[in-house]
């Protein structure tokens, strides 16, 4: 799947969860820790993260990171 596509995709579940305040990063996280397939998990890490919003690149930060 294509980085602009992925890009999209956590954008919208990081829009979606934002009224859930402080707790959206980690919830955005953890809908990506759960249910995007390795590959999509590997190129959002290895990809630009530019086009994220402030939620869903904190998300993948912490997706990234060794306890994400």
């Known amino acids: 799947m294509e980085l602009g596509r992925l890009t999209y995709m956590a954008n ?3 829009r979606n969860l934002a009224p ?6 980690e ?3 953890q ?3 759960d249910f995007w397939d390795p ?3 590997a190129a959002i890490i ?3 993260r530019a086009g994220l919003d402030p939620i ?3 998300a ?7 306890v994400g």
């Open 12 to 14: 919208q579940i990081a």
């Open 20 to 25: 859930q305040g402080e707790a959206a990063v």
């Open 27 to 29: 919830l955005t996280c």
């Open 31 to 33: 809908h990506l820790r």
């Open 39 to 41: 590959r999509m998990k």
């Open 46 to 48: 290895g990809g630009d």
């Open 56 to 58: 869903a690149r904190a």
């Open 60 to 66: 993948v930060e912490r997706l990234a990171s060794p």
